[in-house]
């Protein structure tokens, strides 16, 4: 354990997503990533039990992990997974250079393993998008928001702990995930390193906000029981639920020393593997059950909302899901070791959680 500004990063070693089991790895990635999730958590104190016991309650209840297992699964896309240091490779396909050696890096003698960048650098960024994501899960759950009363299959934040503490782990996770990326900044000792965690932050912090996930929510808040048009459901499908998916793909890659070039690229992978994740989660609230889905189905009904469905029906959102994942697919396999990141966005059409 390393403890960086009051935060411990655990000892977290990712298992390798060659695709070769892609569901066997997935569920391999997904206990790690469990793991790390609990091993990084706050723990209480004297006076803090509630707010500690009701974020931790948020993100520990369950859930797919998905914005962190594409993370990694980006970042892998520039350089191949080894377990033992030293052996990084340049692949001559890509403009740069995935461990920063090139002519201008003030500390290339240090030696670099895949293992050393996804321990040191990815997985504090793998939390800090996790911690973004349920904090915006716990507020969307709200009374004043969605007013729902089941998430990640158990009761939301706010009806097992109340409504000021839903508000509050809210705050506390949304401010966590940022105390996360500064730690992972201030722990770095070598510059390169340093100079893409700050990247990565920036970004993570755009996507988050009115530019991203917030100014979706705020459009759809607004629009609830008021008449939609395509362009506006367009404005909050990028935003509310896009912005995070490119977030993670985006930081993945820049923490593992992608071009702006190819940030860009995986961002419109990522946008439309986004839209095709919400179209799903529309679908899923009129054809699924609570049981399998975890939370309410006929949510968007019960609060008059305009959906993918309402506007489209469900055959065109079906084939527009597959569409927009195989047009994300058609940039992704432009790059080395995409084929669990493919097989992952596949598996996204038919998704049924
Ligand atoms: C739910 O996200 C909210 C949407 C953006 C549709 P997920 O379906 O990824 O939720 P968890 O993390 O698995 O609970
Ligand atoms: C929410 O969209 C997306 C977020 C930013 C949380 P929904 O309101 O459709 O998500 P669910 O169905 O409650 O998970
Ligand atoms: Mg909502
Ligand atoms: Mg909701
Ligand atoms: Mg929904």
């Known amino acids: 354990m390393k403890t960086y500004s009051n935060i411990e990063f655990p000892d977290i070693e990712f298992p390798k997503t060659l695709g070769l089991n892609p569901e066997l790895e997935l569920k ?6 469990n793991d790390m999730i609990s091993k990084s958590l706050p723990s209480q104190g004297l006076y803090d039990k509630k707010i500690i016991d009701a974020l931790n309650y948020s993100m520990e209840v369950g859930g797919k992990r998905l914005r962190p297992i594409l993370m990694l699964a980006a970042a892998r896309l520039f350089y191949k997974t080894e377990s033992t240091c030293g052996d990084s490779y340049s692949n001559d396909s890509h403009s740069h250079d ?3 050696h090139d002519s201008s890096n003030d500390d290339s003698s240090v030696e670099n393993s895949s293992k050393d960048l996804e321990a040191r650098l990815i997985m504090p960024f793998m939390l800090a998008i996790e911690m973004i994501h349920t904090y915006s899960l716990v507020h969307d759950d709200l009374p004043a928001m969605d007013n729902d009363d089941y998430r990640r299959g158990n009761l939301t934040t706010h009806k097992k702990f109340g409504e000021d503490f839903g508000i509050l782990a809210g705050d506390a996770l949304l401010n966590l995930a940022y105390e ?6 201030e722990a770095q000792d070598r510059p390169e390193y340093m100079r893409r965690a700050i990247k990565a932050a920036s970004i993570l ?10 100014g979706g929510q705020c459009l759809d808040v607004f629009l609830t029981d008021k008449p939609m048009d395509k362009d506006q459901l367009d404005y909050i499908f990028k935003l509310k639920t896009g912005a995070l998916i490119e977030a993670s793909c985006m930081v993945g890659v820049a923490l593992a020393g992608a071009s702006d070039e190819d940030i860009k690229k995986i961002e419109l992978a990522a946008s439309k593997t986004g839209y095709a994740f919400q179209i799903q989660d529309d679908i899923l609230d009129v054809t699924s059950t609570t049981e399998e889905l975890g939370k309410p189905v006929l949510s968007d009904e019960k ?14 959102a079906h084939e527009d899901v597959e569409k927009l994942s195989y047009e994300a ?17 596949k598996k996204l059409i038919d998704r049924k959680k």
């Open 98 to 100: 995935p461990y920063g």
């Open 205 to 214: 912090s755009r996507k988050a906000g009115i530019y991203g996930m917030v």
């Open 303 to 316: 609060n008059n909302k305009t959906t993918y469905v309402t506007l489209y029906g469900l055959t065109k």
């Open 28 to 33: 391999d990635l997904t206990a790690t990533i």
């Open 329 to 345: 697919i058609s940039i992704i396999d432009k790059y080395d070791n995409s084929d669990f990141m493919i097989w992952l966005i």
């Open 180 to 185: 996360t990326c500064f730690a992972a900044i």
